[in-house]
């Protein structure tokens, strides 16, 4: 069964760092590129890193950028997304998924990565 595993979440106060880590079963990540999405209640899921396959190239949304930082484990079959200086508008449940290429991540078409998660719900409070 293709499958993927988000884990990590959990309460943080702002400024605080949280850990996603996105575990593969069923399939090997090596071929796939992987991105991170949230959705907030009332609002549209976003993307919001991705790691490529080919060359291990990233991206960032520009509301994440300088503070989260995607890398991947092959070995592990594990894809991470470090969350440092949270704030409380990074509150969501977060996502991840994988598609052939990062090309779709930020945009309407998101929805053509495939074997999403059950999801972590990341709650940034004091």
């Keep these: 069964q293709v499958q993927l595993v988000e884990s990590g979440g959990g309460l943080v106060q702002p400024g605080g760092s949280l850990r996603l880590s996105c575990a593969a079963s069923g399939f090997t990540l090596d071929y796939y590129a992987i991105g991170w999405f949230r959705q907030a209640p009332g609002k549209e899921r976003e993307g919001v890193s991705c790691?490529?396959?080919?060359?291990?190239s990233t991206y960032y949304a520009d509301s994440v950028k300088g503070r989260f930082t995607i890398s991947r484990d092959n070995a592990k079959n594990?894809?991470?997304l470090?969350?440092?200086?949270?704030?409380?508008?990074?509150?969501?449940?977060?996502?991840?998924?994988?598609?052939s290429s990062c090309t779709y991540y930020s945009g309407s078409y998101s929805y053509l990565f495939g074997s999403w998660g059950q999801g972590t719900q990341v709650t940034v409070s004091s």
């Design 51 to 56: 790691i490529s396959s080919s060359d291990g």
């Design 78 to 80: 594990t894809v991470y």
């Design 82 to 99: 470090q969350m440092n200086s949270l704030k409380p508008e990074d509150t969501a449940v977060y996502y991840c998924a994988a598609d």
